[in-house]
């Protein structure tokens, strides 16, 4: 006579989850972005939050630029994470179009002075049509604008400019030489790939006296 085996219990899963607060890296202050379950803090790392410019800077004015950060490390109750990237609201970046006017598209990679690899996606606005060869200049203006500062920049003061508007505004000063526009916003930023400290050049080894 065979033996009736005892129902297997199951874990109760929710129970056995806690409660992590997670924070913005130095760049953004480390102020608290939010709070997450999970059963296991390992289970954490990877995670991506999204929250806004304005809860961390408390600026209303902000409220349309959200950020994406991914978690690294959790110690105890606490998830610290990195900036991963960025972008505006879908209203707001409607809001910005406005009739008999131009739109400026770019897409641009940049590679940081500690190399990390972002791309960025930039919209220009001109209150009146803008011809093709000046969409072009434009266009080239923006992508200058970015390499360079790309260049002189780690990726924490590169995150730093993306959402706070410095770049941008950079780019406008450059191009209204060219054309007189509205508006320039970085509507979109990506980590590609991390990059690491920038390392010393390598001496060259002593020569031993002749």
């Avoid at 409660?19 to 102020?31: E, H, I």
């Avoid at 060869?133 to 990726?155: C, F, G, P, W």
């Amino acid at each position: 006579m065979s033996e009736t085996k005892a129902p297997v219990k199951l874990k109760d899963k929710w129970r056995q989850k806690k409660w992590y607060n997670v924070f913005a890296p130095a760049a953004f202050g480390n102020v608290e972005i939010g709070k997450t379950l999970a059963d296991d803090p390992q289970k954490l790392v990877g995670r991506v939050l999204e929250t806004t410019l304005y809860n961390i800077t408390e600026d209303f004015s902000l409220l349309h630029v959200k950020l994406h950060f991914r978690i690294t490390k959790v110690e105890g109750d606490k998830a610290y994470t990195m900036f991963i990237g960025h972008d505006l609201a879908r209203d707001y970046l409607r809001s910005l179009v406005r009739r008999g006017g131009s739109r400026i598209d770019g897409i641009f990679n940049m590679v940081t002075k500690d190399g990390y690899k972002v791309r960025v996606g930039i919209i220009a606005l001109s209150a009146v049509r803008t011809k093709s060869s000046q969409k072009r200049v434009i266009r080239h203006l923006m992508e200058d604008t970015v390499n360079k500062k790309s260049a002189q920049l780690l990726y924490d003061e590169l995150a730093q400019q993306l959402v706070l508007g410095k770049i941008a505004s950079e780019i406008y000063n450059a191009a209204k030489s060219v054309y007189p526009l509205r508006k320039i916003e970085v509507r979109k930023s990506e980590l590609v790939e991390a990059g690491s400290p920038v390392q010393p050049a390598p001496q060259p080894e002593a020569q031993p006296p002749k």
